[in-house]
């Protein structure tokens, strides 16, 4: 079945505790990405990938880091969490931006930084 | 800059219609979605336009004007389960990026 999964679903850590979430992909998707969506903000893009060794900002990467050492794996690290990282994370894969290629998303991850 | 504009809120009765508006300001256009997304789930892919007219898919419609920079997604026939948030994205950018800018989404409440 293609799919995307994260983990944890659910994570409830103290601030400055690294954490990171991890992201896979079975559809040998070029593109991956990190969203964060908070009330009223809508999906916000945290970093995106190209391919493998190719990763670059989105709209709000502080605080965030992330690699792609191989092509089906994408994970997300907070080296220092902080309380306004609570938030609903989301992964999604593509195959390259031409034509009605949509995101596929994973089930999300909630994250409570305390 | 860039802009998505969808309503916040929307409610519908059970069998009717509903149309949900987006009107976009982006830098570039190369194709807009609309995704469903129900209460703590992942938003699904639902539509795609790239080009201006009507789009259908069984009971869900999408309409693109990039003159006015409007699309709207029409649901027909509404169903209990169709009560969930309608996410308009607009990818402006060509080339091998697929970078979505995303609206706040539209929550729809469906009524009996």
């Known amino acids: 079945e293609a799919q995307v999964t994260q983990n944890p ?14 992201c896979s992909q079975n559809m040998n998707h070029e593109y991956m ?12 893009q945290i970093y995106y990938s190209m391919n493998v060794e190719v990763t670059d900002k989105g709209d709000v990467p502080e605080g965030y ?40 998303f994973g089930d999300g991850t909630r994250l409570s930084i305390l | 800059g860039q802009n998505i504009d969808q309503p916040t809120e929307m409610t519908a009765t059970e069998g009717a ?16 979605f609309w995704y469903q997304q129900h ?4 938003p699904t892919f639902l539509s795609y336009n790239v080009l201006d ?4 898919k069984g009971r869900f419609s999408s309409f693109l004007s990039r003159s006015k920079g409007y699309s709207y997604l029409l649901l027909k026939e509404l169903q209990m389960k169709d009560s969930a948030s309608y996410l308009c994205a ?22 009996p």
Do not use: M
């Not at chain 2, 402006?92 to 929550?107: D, M, R, S, V």
């Open chain 1, 65 to 104: 880091k992330v690699s792609r050492k191989e092509k089906r794996n994408f994970p997300l690290i907070l080296e220092s969490p902080s309380p306004n990282q609570t938030s609903l994370y989301f992964c999604a894969s593509s195959t390259r931006g031409q034509g009605s290629q949509p995101q596929h």
């Open chain 2, 17 to 32: 219609i509903v149309q949900i508006n987006c009107t976009y300001q982006t830098s570039g256009f190369n194709g807009l």
């Open chain 1, 33 to 44: 990405s990190w969203y964060r969506q908070d009330p009223g903000l809508g999906l916000r």
């Open chain 2, 53 to 56: 007219g009507l789009e259908e």
């Open chain 2, 90 to 111: 607009v990818r402006a950018h060509g080339g091998a990026t697929n970078k979505l800018i995303f609206g706040t989404g539209t929550l729809l409440a469906v009524q």
């Open chain 1, 9 to 22: 679903r659910y994570l409830i850590t103290v601030t400055g505790k690294k954490l990171t979430v991890t």
């Open chain 2, 39 to 42: 209460a703590g789930e992942a």
